[in-house]
């Protein structure tokens, strides 16, 4: 009858959530022990200057090696810890070993390097993230100016007045202070001109389909335009056609992330690369009047 019926299809329903809330909590509970164990890295995706091609820096970004399922992507395992707190623990992990990478290749002679973290929303609004930055700064050798923190435009667009005081915090530490994925949240122009930010970073979806898609290159170019209007710098993610890279140049875009020059690569794979640069050619003489 309808009772056994709804009571049957409620036991389904009661099943299927119980089975998804016992892989949520099994691959918490994984990862817990993945970042005991170690078995979170770091890679690397260079930061291009468009003008002259040269890597600036680079974007740091978490993976999980897995014994057995071998790498496993942020995009699988953030969401979890974000939901689950670990995320408190893991982004001090991330912080701590980008400062350490960057103070190891300072002292091993390679050239000067902007190292960008990640920030997630709720690590972002929930944990002492300037405590946090201060200490593995303090703790590695790293200097501040050097680290630049990505928040997603989504993240400050919640709680704004609380978000503005947390960037001004870290303002004073001295790190840069990039928005991620911009041009999908929800921020205000007004807003945006309240919080003391340094970067802007195009998400890849605007940039995909150019040159194909006029909307695309319309809003890339405007935010570009904007950008500098508040004398921000920009950048533009997930570049991976020469094209691309064409249109953007046109435009003035300051920097530039994608395939076209490298994925995210491991520590040593993205130092070789970098030696690999040729030397920074002599600096035009722009600034004559300048004292040596
Ligand atoms: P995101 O910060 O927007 O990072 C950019 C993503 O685009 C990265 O994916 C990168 O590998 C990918 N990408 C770069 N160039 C290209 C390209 O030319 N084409 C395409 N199709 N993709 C490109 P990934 O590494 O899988 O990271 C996904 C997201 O996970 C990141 O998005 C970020 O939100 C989050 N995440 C990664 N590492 C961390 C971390 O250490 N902490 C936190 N809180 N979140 C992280
Ligand atoms: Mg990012
Ligand atoms: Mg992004
Ligand atoms: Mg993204």
Same mark, same amino acid.
């Given at each position: 009858g309808?009772?056994?019926? *709804?009571? *049957?299809?409620?036991? +389904?329903?009661?099943e299927t959530?119980? @089975?998804a809330?016992?892989e949520?909590?099994?691959l918490?509970?994984?990862l817990r022990?993945?970042?005991?164990?170690g078995h979170?890295?770091?890679?690397? @995706?260079?930061q291009v200057d468009?003008a002259?091609g040269? /890597?600036?820096?680079a974007?740091? %970004? $978490?993976?999980?090696n897995?014994?057995?399922?071998? %790498? /496993?992507s942020p995009?699988?395992f953030i969401? $979890?810890?974000?939901?689950?707190?670990? /995320?408190? !623990?893991?982004?001090?992990?991330?912080?701590r070993?980008?400062?350490?990478? *960057?103070q &190891?290749?300072? #002292? &091993?002679?390679?050239p000067?390097l902007?190292?960008a973290?990640n920030?997630s929303?709720?690590q +972002?609004?929930l944990? #002492?993230l300037?405590?946090c930055?201060?200490a593995?700064?303090a703790?590695?050798g790293?200097?501040?100016r050097? %680290?630049?923190l990505?928040i997603?435009?989504?993240a400050?667009?919640?709680?704004t007045?609380?978000a503005?005081?947390? %960037? $001004?915090?870290?303002?004073?530490l001295? $790190?840069r202070?990039?928005? #991620?994925?911009?041009?999908?949240?929800?921020?205000?122009?007004?807003q945006?001109k309240? +919080? !003391?930010i340094?970067?802007?970073k195009?998400?890849q *979806?605007?940039?995909?389909?150019i040159p194909q898609?006029e909307? #695309?290159?319309?809003?890339s170019a405007?935010i570009?335009?904007?950008?500098?209007?508040m004398?921000?710098?920009?950048l533009?993610?997930?570049v991976?056609?020469?094209?691309?890279l064409a +249109? =953007?140049?046109?435009r003035g875009c300051?920097t530039?992330?994608?395939? =076209?020059?490298?994925?995210p =690569? !491991?520590?040593e794979g993205?130092a070789? =690369?970098l030696?690999a @640069? !040729?030397p920074?050619?002599?600096?035009?003489a722009?600034?004559?009047?300048?004292?040596?």
């Amino acid at each position: 009858g309808a009772k056994a019926r *709804g009571r *049957g299809a409620w036991c +389904f329903f009661h099943e299927t959530m119980t @089975q998804a809330a016992r892989e949520r909590l099994e691959l918490e509970s994984r990862l817990r022990l993945a970042l005991m164990q170690g078995h979170l890295q770091m890679h690397y @995706q260079p930061q291009v200057d468009i003008a002259t091609g040269r /890597i600036l820096g680079a974007e740091a %970004l $978490v993976r999980w090696n897995d014994p057995q399922e071998g %790498l /496993i992507s942020p995009a699988r395992f953030i969401p $979890v810890a974000e939901t689950s707190g670990v /995320i408190g !623990p893991l982004g001090e992990w991330v912080l701590r070993e980008v400062c350490r990478q *960057g103070q &190891a290749w300072r #002292d &091993a002679g390679l050239p000067e390097l902007m190292l960008a973290v990640n920030v997630s929303p709720r690590q +972002f609004h929930l944990t #002492d993230l300037a405590g946090c930055a201060s200490a593995a700064l303090a703790d590695s050798g790293f200097p501040a100016r050097l %680290l630049e923190l990505e928040i997603t435009e989504t993240a400050l667009a919640e709680r704004t007045e609380e978000a503005r005081q947390m %960037l $001004v915090r870290l303002r004073e530490l001295g $790190v840069r202070i990039a928005v #991620d994925d911009f041009g999908t949240g929800y921020s205000s122009l007004a807003q945006l001109k309240r +919080f !003391p930010i340094d970067v802007l970073k195009i998400d890849q *979806g605007f940039i995909r389909d150019i040159p194909q898609s006029e909307d #695309d290159m319309a809003i890339s170019a405007a935010i570009i335009a904007m950008g500098h209007s508040m004398g921000l710098s920009v950048l533009a993610e997930g570049v991976e056609t020469e094209g691309q890279l064409a +249109f =953007l140049r046109e435009r003035g875009c300051d920097t530039y992330q994608g395939y =076209l020059c490298s994925r995210p =690569l !491991p520590a040593e794979g993205f130092a070789a =690369l970098l030696r690999a @640069q !040729p030397p920074q050619p002599p600096q035009p003489a722009l600034h004559t009047s300048a004292p040596a």
